[in-house]
Structure formats: C-alpha cells, structure tokens
C-alpha cells in the first residue's frame, strides 16, 4: 500500500515538546524526508530542550547543541569536515528557531549563503522566542502580543521578509512550508537533498503556550495561515524564478485566522482591517514576484 | 509493528560526571519518558467509522500513532493505532479526523 508520507520514523516519541508542538510535527516531517543520514546543528530554542538531556537525544540522528548565533557557521564547519573525510551523502542541516534566523544568526547565515556552503538551512518559525518566554522577534507579525509587545503596544512592525534576504542572496533553492500540507514539506526537503549549495526553508510551526491557542488548533492554523494568505507557500530558485505552489483564489478572511489566536485578542476592528490590508498588499507583491499579476 | 525499538525505553543515570561516556553523541532515545501521564484527555478510535485515511497518524507531533497493516473489504490498509504510553492528549488527530472517529475521553487519575 502506498502511504501519503514515508512510513520511517527516524525520531522517536518521549520528547519534551509541548502538547500539540507545531515544532515537534516540523522535525518529525522533517526527518521523514531526510532520513538517517543526517547531521543537525541546533543553535539554542525550544528545540535545544525538545530533544531532551544527553546522554538521551529524541531525534536518533547525531545532534550538534551550539551557540544562538552560530547555527549556520556550526553547520558550514560540519560540511567542510565532511568534505575532508570524502563523505559525500550526508545531510547537514541547521536548525534553528525564528529568533536564531531573523535575529542573531542571520549574519552567519548569510555568510553560508554567500559561500554557497552545501548545507541545509531549516527555520522552524514559531514567531518568538518561546524557549525563553514569548519575547518577540523579528518573525512575530503585525498587531501581535508578546511578553515584550504587550497588549498597550503590541508589535507595530510587520514580520521581516526573510525569503527576499536569501532570495537577494542568489542561492539555489528556497522554500517555505508548513505543516499542514505535509506532503508538501516532504516533498521541498527532498528537493533540497537533491540540490548543491546554501539550500533555505523556512517552516511555519505553530505554537499552543506562545501563540495563546488550543493545542488541537495546532494545524487548522498552520492550514488557515496559508489559506488566508498570510503564509504563502513559495519555492524560488537562484533566487529569481519564483514560483507559487498554491495560488489561493478564494482567501479565507485573516480574522478567521486572527481570531483563533490568544495573542491578537486584543485587536480592534480597525486594527484587524489594517492587517488584512498589509496581508492583501504583500500577496499583490508576491503573485508579481511570480510573475502571476 | 512500531516504528522504534522497544529495547532502548532505558534510562541512564550518572552518579558524577566521570561516569560519562567520553563521547559527544547521544546514546540513548528518550522513549524512557513516558508522556503518556501528561494526557488529561484521551484520544480513542473507534474503528467502525474509521476510514484508514491516515489523517491522524500524519499529523501526530510525537510520534504516538503507528500503523500496522490489515485487510479491509478484501483491500491492503493501514490502521492507526495510538500508543497510550507517548500520547500526550494534544487532540489534533481528533480535530483533523475528517469522519470524526476520534473520541476524547476525560483521563481519570
Ligand atoms: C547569545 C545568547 N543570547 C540569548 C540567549 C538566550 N536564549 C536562548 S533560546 C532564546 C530564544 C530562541 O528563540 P527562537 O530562536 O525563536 O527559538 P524558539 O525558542 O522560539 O523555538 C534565547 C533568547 C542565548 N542562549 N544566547
Ligand atoms: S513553547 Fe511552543 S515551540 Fe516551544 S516546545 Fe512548547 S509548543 Fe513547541
Ligand atoms: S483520521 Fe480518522 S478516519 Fe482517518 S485514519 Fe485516523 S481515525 Fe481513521
Ligand atoms: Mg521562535
């Protein structure tokens, strides 16, 4: 019989997630489409303490803890190690949080990205820093609550636009995913296996403690963040053909989306409105980037 | 059958730090911790409505849904089965179950 995703299971259950962890279902995918073969350089998140205490690890792949800022300069060094040793068919891979990629590690990032080292760069976004208490970051969106955006000053920026940094980077592929469209996902890290140089994914990964929802509501949002054009699902390659992987004809309203979540509950009609205005603008920059407008 | 290894469910304690192993890669999983006791509410199929669409086991964070293959109708299929040992109660296969077969039954302790 012919499953919709790889039947391996390469982490294990036991982990430290938080019920309904959007993070813990994107590593699990992950490690689907990746497969034992693989390295991981995990800079400190969530997923630092998801994987639990040495000499215990949850992901059954060898996994490098290293500095907040230094996941993809961690994972260049693995690859030049590699490549010393002449092992070509592994898969190094950072891994890192929202915070670890928009914020203090883009810097290393875009080093590897202008080296073109042969890694996989993978941000889990869960749009904080939840490991440390829901400060905001540079991926938390318009309008939202953190610890650090309270509900009297809620974040007044929008989200970074990340994919246009690497895209301006000119490297081989860039994706985005979530994990409400698995097959998706798996289908983008395979892709990336298969492609040399700085590869970028970005994954949107919901989170029920910081995001103030329903551990159940964990992939109708993920599901709702593409549907609603928050989240466009996007693949770009040396960074100038882009491509839409689905084109939302009929977008649910952003409210549908809002309203779900703890930490946009103390926005008002004209603030809503607001963001659906910056959500409908940004996708107009998008479907022309894609050349669908 | 389960995806991962029963016998590695140990473990290992260290009195002091010159019992580590001298090494930096992980030995052991963490199937010693048994999630399962963070559940409050308890996720069980009922395999009449179930329609082996394996929404579920797609979707599970932990991974606490395995498959094993049985025959429906005369046709290979692939059945869902929750391990109480590791699930923690997040409910998502219920909510994502689209014929809803997945029942929450408060946990009693
Ligand atoms: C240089 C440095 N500054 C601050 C910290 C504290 N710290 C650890 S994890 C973390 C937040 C991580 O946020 P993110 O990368 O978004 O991952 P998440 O926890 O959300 O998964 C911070 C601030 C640190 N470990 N090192
Ligand atoms: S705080 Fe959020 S990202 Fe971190 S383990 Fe919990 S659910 Fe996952
Ligand atoms: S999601 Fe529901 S119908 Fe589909 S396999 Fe699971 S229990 Fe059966
Ligand atoms: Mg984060």
Redesign the pocket.
């Known amino acids: 019989m012919r499953l919709p995703l790889p039947e391996r299971e390469v982490m294990t259950p036991g982990h430290l997630a938080c019920q309904g962890c959007g993070?813990a279902l994107t590593m699990r995918l992950a490690l689907k489409a990746l497969g034992p073969r693989t390295v991981l350089s995990i800079p400190?998140?969530?997923?630092s303490v998801i994987d639990g205490p040495f000499p215990h690890s949850t992901v059954n792949v060898p996994l490098f803890h290293t500095?907040?800022?230094t996941a993809a300069s961690t994972a260049s060094g693995i690859r030049a190690a590699f490549e010393i040793l002449g092992k070509e068919d592994v898969n190094v891979v950072a891994w890192?949080?929202?915070?670890?990629?928009y914020d203090?590690g883009i810097q290393a990032l875009s080093g590897a990205a202008e080296r073109n080292d042969n890694i996989i760069y993978i941000c889990?976004d869960?749009e904080?820093?939840?490991?440390?208490g829901i400060?905001r970051?540079a991926a938390t969106p318009l309008g939202a609550w953190t610890t650090t955006t309270p509900v009297k000053h809620p974040k007044s920026e929008p989200k970074k636009d990340m994919v246009s940094i690497l895209a301006a980077h000119r490297i081989p592929y860039i994706a985005t995913a979530t994990i409400a469209y698995p097959e998706d996902l798996v289908r983008k890290l395979e892709r990336a296996k298969e492609t040399k140089g700085t590869k970028f994914i970005l994954i949107l990964s919901p989170c029920p403690p910081g995001w103030k929802t329903r551990p159940e509501d964990t992939v109708k949002l993920s599901r709702l963040a593409v549907q609603s054009r928050v989240f466009p699902l996007l693949e770009i390659e040396n960074g100038e053909k882009w491509i839409l992987n689905m084109n939302i004809k009929k977008p649910v309203p952003v409210v549908e989306y809002l309203k779900l979540q703890g930490r946009f509950r103390h926005l008002k009609e004209e603030d809503i409105q607001r963001i659906q205005e910056y959500v409908d603008k940004e996708w107009e920059r998008i479907l022309k980037r894609c050349g669908l407008a | 059958m389960k995806p991962w290894k029963p016998d590695i469910d140990r473990k290992m304690v260290f009195k002091s730090v010159r019992e580590y192993p001298p090494m930096a890669v992980s030995l052991y999983t963490m199937m010693f911790n048994k999630t399962g006791t963070w559940r409050t509410v308890r996720p069980v199929i009922n395999y009449e409505k179930c329609v082996y669409c394996l929404m579920c086991w797609k979707f599970c964070p932990e991974p606490a849904i395995y498959l094993e293959p049985i025959e429906v109708k005369g046709k290979e299929r692939m059945k869902p089965i929750i391990d109480y040992d590791y699930c923690k109660g997040c409910m998502i296969c219920a909510e994502e179950c689209p014929v809803k077969a997945i029942e929450g039954v408060e946990e009693e302790r």
């Not at chain 1, 904080?128 to 440390?132: F, L």
Request: include cysteine; charged fraction near 10%.
């Open positions: 993070a400190a998140c969530c997923w500095a907040f800022e890192a949080g929202d915070g670890g990629t203090i889990y869960n904080a820093y939840m490991n440390t400060q970051s």
